[in-house]
């Protein structure tokens, strides 16, 4: 999150993520997730962002938006990967959910292309950001997996692998909460709250590491007595019945 900003009549740096649009977007609040009837409607963060963006400012080229990616840190609170924006450009082009209006050189500067969103690209808008905003993210960590798989682990490295982890967490709390303080000044209620989600969240993940380095005598202890141990495995599918 910056004070710059590449569009001023912008409300917040997360305008493009949100998709909201202002009174001249060329798509309006009105389309539901009814209307979407192209072939790509699953909630991507870069394919929102990407959206939302040229909703909200118009024809961009691809440098501006990832210069808005960059202002807007989204890589901090989001999965947005900026080196991704030219790859997802040409996809959504593709998709004919954008479309290219021109190209432009400024000085010495290489061609570039720039984009407007078409109304397809309006339609699939709408329906990821109504589903994003809707829908329950069920992400589950490997971690949780990997953590029921190491019955072979010596329990000293499982150890150390949980406080490695409680240290980066508290790592990346300290550099979250120093973020925000900084961010403040800067940033809309709605963004203000986004960040407090991000630490909300990493506090969470600390206090269940905590949690896991205090129980991990009794996990490897049940790992030694075979309980919750993988079933001897037969051919037969137990649903079957037997005459």
């Avoid at 407090?196 to 009794?218: D, F, G, S």
């Amino acid at each position: 999150m910056s004070p710059a900003r590449l569009q001023p009549q912008r409300s917040g740096a997360f305008v493009g993520f949100l998709g909201l649009t202002q009174p001249r977007s060329k798509c309006t609040s009105s389309l539901l997730i009814a209307d979407y009837s192209c072939m790509t409607n699953h909630v991507s963060s870069i394919r929102l962002f990407i959206l939302g963006t040229l909703s909200a400012s118009g024809p961009l080229h691809g440098h501006q938006i990832r210069q808005q990616a960059l202002a807007d840190r989204a890589e901090t609170w989001s999965d947005v990967q900026v080196g991704s924006v030219y790859g997802a450009l040409k996809r959504l082009a593709n998709e004919d959910l954008i479309r290219e209006v021109r190209t432009e050189r400024v000085g010495n500067r290489p061609e570039r292309t720039v984009y407007e969103i078409t109304p397809a690209g309006c339609r699939s808008l709408a329906a990821i950001h109504d589903k994003a905003l809707r829908e329950l993210d069920h992400h589950h960590d490997t971690f949780d997996l990997a953590l029921t798989q190491s019955r072979s682990v010596p329990e000293e490295d499982l150890e150390q692998i949980v406080q490695n982890r409680i240290g980066a967490l508290r790592v990346q709390l300290a550099t979250q909460r120093h973020a925000a303080e900084h961010a403040d000044p800067y940033v809309n209620e709605a963004e203000r709250l986004i960040i407090q989600h991000l630490i909300v969240r990493t506090e969470a993940e600390l206090n269940w590491h905590t949690e896991l380095a205090a129980r991990l005598p009794k996990v490897v202890a049940d790992f030694a007595a075979g309980i919750g141990g993988p079933p001897h495995l037969t051919d037969s599918d137990p649903r079957e019945t037997h005459q």
